[in-house]
């Protein structure tokens, strides 16, 4: 157990640190949040005006789903770095040496989740200057956090376990286009719910996207529902823990194939 | 125990019903080099990888360094080095960070840590590069930060599995001196595979030679040149002849054996290659087989693979892919 720790924390100092070294990559994964919200924001602005929508601003409401968005982006691709360590011969390196099996999925998800906390704050404080406000204060943008980063480390750990199995770029080029923007428009990141049609609201329901940007949005409003938060919070550490238990299932199966 | 490496029996297919091993067994004494040679997809990555534990057999047996590598895969991971053929560094990555993540995952720390890794560095020359990530290296310079690594914790049994492939004779050469350096003054037991018969030659103490998943020759480098007799002789062909025909002409030939025809590659063995030349020559006239080159030579290695297995060296090795 404490070597389980120990070399995480060292393989996720690694990816932290490789990951430091693009900072143009760090910018980039940024430029698309940045567009969503300036642009979209501006160009939908009147969307709250259409009866039924239910928010005041729609910057308001488009923030916390941009937070979630962009979480659930970074994590979609994080199965490209595991297949170019197991192309690079990386991890059957850390294979034959004693380092614990498990912390070469952990430390990816705990960068991830570093990754993940650091975007959402930029992107709050983005949020702040184009005017959005976060009536559930410090609280809120902690639950909003949360969920966008549990959200983050579950589809973190599908996008690895795919990464693992399929062992091809190319697949997890096409799985991620296929599934990550799919996933957020049937959710309420850019539309409120109630004006959705309904079988979208019906998938809506199971889409753990969703159970993100309601939470987190409902932590921010003036009066939070914490039943709400902590309870699709719930749901969210539920299914982050089954797709981690499949990555590492998943990466059983490379090590029998070797 | 004088065998760092022994096993016995080993098989392994792949999904897709590949025979990777059909019953591979070798054993390496302790302290010396031993060498795996065989064309690509012999089975000698297979080998190396059921040896380290990171692939299982389907059955037969290994130890590594006295442990069992089915029962005490842990302890063996403990005792030994791997260089494996993808050399399996960060690229983004400083050589020095390499490492020191290396030394770490061994439960390396501190000063322990940093002044092996400093000393790995300047001895694989390796300091002044040593801040600068990999990705900017040179394949030779990355080939020997790969050994560095494999080195950090001070194994017992080091693996190097086609150490020198993809170099440029230069860092060949220095490849070479390094292993001989490792296995002489450090003690080590080294396992290297290899398809350059030249580099086993040189370097093994002892070698097996691997074909189709088997274990076709074992021995010295100079027992297994002993066996054969004589010298070598090899006439290149103008043209593809019938095998009978020729092996009819050369019957007439005096002390000439183990005549083997390959496309247009004619080649037998003779006590006496310079008094055999001649003859041959003669007899191959007279079926007028017109004749392009002829060379004689001291066995090698080659010859002993041309006659273990029954084809040139070179045409296996263009036949398969390593799994």
Known sequence: MTHLITDTLFMTHRHFRNLLR???????????????????????????????????????????????????????????????????????????????????????????????????????????????????????????????VLLGTGVGALSNAIGVLSRRVETMVAVSNFVLLPLTFLSSVFMARALMPGW??????????????????????????????MGRMGWLAVFTLVCTWLATAAFRVYQKSI | ?????????????????????????????????????????AGKSTAVKILTTLSRPDSGEAFVAGHDVLRHPARVRLA????????????????????????????????????RAQELLERFGLSEAAGRTVKT???????????????????????????????????RV????????????????????????EEADRLARRLA????????????????KGELRGDAIVVELEEQVLDGEVRRALEKVPELYDVAVEARTLRARADSGARAVPAVLAALEAESVKVASVTVSRPSLDDVYLRHAGRAFSTADQEVREP
């Open chain 2, 80 to 115: 030994i080095g791997c260089v494996a053929q993808k050399s399996g560094l960060d690229l983004e990555a400083t050589g020095r960070e390499n490492l020191i993540l290396q030394g770490r995952v061994y439960g390396m720390r501190g000063s322990v840590l940093r002044s």
């Open chain 2, 209 to 224: 030679i691997v074909d189709r998943g088997t274990v076709v020759a074992e021995g010295t480098p100079d027992e297994l």
């Open chain 1, 22 to 148: 693009q900072p143009a990559w760090v910018l980039i994964s940024l430029v698309q949040p940045v567009v969503w919200l300036l642009l979209y924001g501006a160009l939908f602005r009147k969307i709250v005006e259409i009866p039924g929508f239910g928010a005041g601003s729609y910057i308001d409401f488009l923030t916390p789903g941009i937070v979630v968005m962009t979480c659930l982006f970074s994590a979609g691709w994080s199965g490209m770095d595991l297949i170019e360590d197991i192309d690079r011969g990386v991890i059957d390196r850390f294979l034959v040496s004693p380092a614990s099996r498990s912390s070469l999925i952990a430390g990816r998800l705990v960068q991830g989740a570093l990754v993940g906390i650091i975007q959402s704050v930029i992107i709050v404080v983005l949020g702040l200057i184009v005017g959005a406000e976060y009536p559930g204060g410090v609280a809120g943008i902690a639950a909003l956090t949360v969920c966008a």
């Open chain 2, 1 to 41: 125990m004088d065998d760092a490496i022994e096993a016995r029996g080993l098989v392994k297919t792949y999904r897709g019903g590949v025979r990777a091993l059909d019953g591979v067994s070798l054993a390496a004494e302790t302290g010396s080099v031993f060498g795996l040679l065989g064309p690509n997809g």
């Open chain 1, 200 to 229: 979208m609201q019906s998938v809506a329901t199971y889409n753990p996207v969703e159970w993100a940007v309601t939470a987190g949005r409902s932590g921010l409003a003036a009066s939070a529902d914490w039943g709400l938060v």
């Open chain 2, 137 to 171: 290296y040179s394949g030779g310079m990355q080939r020997k930060l790969d050994v560095a690594v494999g080195l950090m914790h001070r194994p017992q049994v080091l693996f190097l599995d086609e150490p020198t492939t993809g170099l440029d004779p230069e860092a």
């Open chain 2, 174 to 197: 220095d490849m070479w001196s390094e292993i001989a350096r490792l296995a002489g003054d450090e003690g080590l037991t080294i396992l290297m595979t290899t398809h350059y018969l």
